[in-house]
């Protein structure tokens, strides 16, 4: 079986240098109790000083609903450059339409801004009306991985979504939330596990 790796959802240089001690990367951010924000610069610049492990950095500029304005998406796009220009290993973000549909249009521009660097859709994949057709948009605008529950609270009781996530994945993989106790959950045949308070993985690494 394919080793699992292990993804920590940090906040503090201090959390980032204890991950080190085990996991295989860090997503950055601040605000965990919302959900997550964006880190900060100093954060960021210190962690990666101090760490070996690649570090993504969370792109969110506030808490709530992830339909943006368009001040929220300057603010990201500004973010973006400045993370990335500072040692950011990739971007952890997720925009959505007033549907509930991803938007497809600003993820692909900050998708543009990564210039190859890993991109991950967060936990706003949780409530999309089409999980499956949002999968194919994600893989089409260059996504490495999906975090998720299946939907739900925890991953075992999104199991039944995250089985079928991981069969039109093919090549990708899924992997679980938190709230999920690995033996039982869904996501043995996944290779990658975020370890947050919030989300699961769906991805190849």
Do not use: W, Y
Request: charged share 25%; glycine share 10%.
């Amino acid at each position: 079986m394919a080793r699992i790796l292990l993804e920590i959802v940090a906040s503090t240089l201090d959390d980032c240098i204890a991950a080190e001690n085990g996991a295989d990367r860090i997503e950055l951010c601040t605000a965990i109790a919302t959900g997550g924000l964006t880190p900060s610069l100093g954060t960021l610049i210190e962690t990666k000083r101090r760490v070996r492990i690649p570090v993504l950095a969370m792109l969110r500029p506030r808490a709530g609903e992830f339909l943006l304005f368009d001040e929220d998406f300057a603010t990201m796009r500004r973010a973006a450059a400045l993370l990335l220009e500072n040692g950011a290993d990739g971007l952890v973000f997720g925009m959505l339409r007033s549907d509930g549909s991803i938007d497809t249009k600003r993820c692909g521009k900050l998708a543009e801004i990564a210039d190859g660097k890993q991109t991950v859709f967060h936990r706003a994949f949780d409530i999309v009306p089409d999980p499956s057709r949002t999968l194919d948009q994600l893989t089409d605008l260059g996504f490495a991985r999906v975090l998720t529950s299946g939907q739900k609270k925890t991953a075992v009781e999104g199991c039944e979504l995250i089985r079928r996530l991981i069969a039109q994945a093919g090549s990708r993989s899924v992997g679980r939330r938190r709230g999920s106790r690995p033996q039982r959950g869904p996501t043995r045949r996944s290779n990658s596990l975020h370890a947050g308070p919030h989300d699961g993985v769906l991805g190849p690494n």
